[in-house]
């Protein structure tokens, strides 16, 4: 049987974690970015479908494409962190099938009628391992909504030659090291009693 995560890493996941408003000027090296999506990557998919796609985003190049499609209160941090991801779904996931599930054959096939439900659904469960994964390894996120999709989505995917053309934007999340001074108080949540059944 697996033994429980101890405390330590049950604050820095989910219990002292916040969602961030704004960086330090701490620099966040590629091989840990690496080292983050090596750990969402195994997290759990429909028959490993895999269908989520991320385009991290940290030159300045890359930056100044992003943000004119931020809304006006999301600029200014996207702008501060290191590393902003568009966390993105494969709209052709299902053409990877016979890599990722290889023992049965026909299993591209079960996804002719619910590609986008499919993709939609895991991939923002990967783009969730993704989050869970950054902070296991010390970053901080601050995952947003509050942008132009269908000017993202026409940029960075629509427009493109490759593979990429087929991909989705689902939401975007900044990554780094965050300023604790610029995180708002803790909202509440629901207890289990509102928020859950046991049937």
């Not at 568009?86 to 052709?92: F, G, K, N, S, V």
Request: with cysteine.
């Amino acid at each position: 049987m697996a033994h429980p995560v101890n405390d330590h890493a049950l604050d820095i996941i989910f219990r002292d974690a916040r969602s961030q408003n704004g960086y330090l000027d701490r620099p966040v090296p590629e091989v840990l970015i690496r080292a983050v999506y090596d750990l969402a990557k195994m997290g759990p998919t429909s028959a490993n479908c895999s269908p989520a796609r991320f385009v991290f985003v940290t030159t300045p190049e890359g930056k100044e494409r992003l943000m004119p499609f931020m809304s006006a209160g999301n600029r200014e941090k996207t702008a501060a962190a290191p590393w902003t991801v568009i966390l993105a779904y494969d709209m052709r996931f299902a053409d990877k099938i016979p890599q990722l599930f290889p023992h049965n054959p026909g299993a591209k096939n079960w996804f002719d009628n619910n590609t986008e439900e499919t993709a939609f659904r895991n991939g923002t469960l990967q783009a969730a391992y993704l989050m869970l994964a950054a902070r296991s390894l010390g970053l901080d996120c601050g995952p947003m909504s509050g942008f132009d999709m269908a000017g993202v989505n026409r940029e960075f995917f629509e427009s493109q030659e490759g593979e990429e053309q087929h991909w989705r934007a689902n939401f975007i999340c900044n990554l780094g090291y965050g300023d604790k001074t610029k995180i708002m108080e803790r909202l509440p949540r629901l207890e289990f009693d509102e928020g859950c059944r046991i049937l």
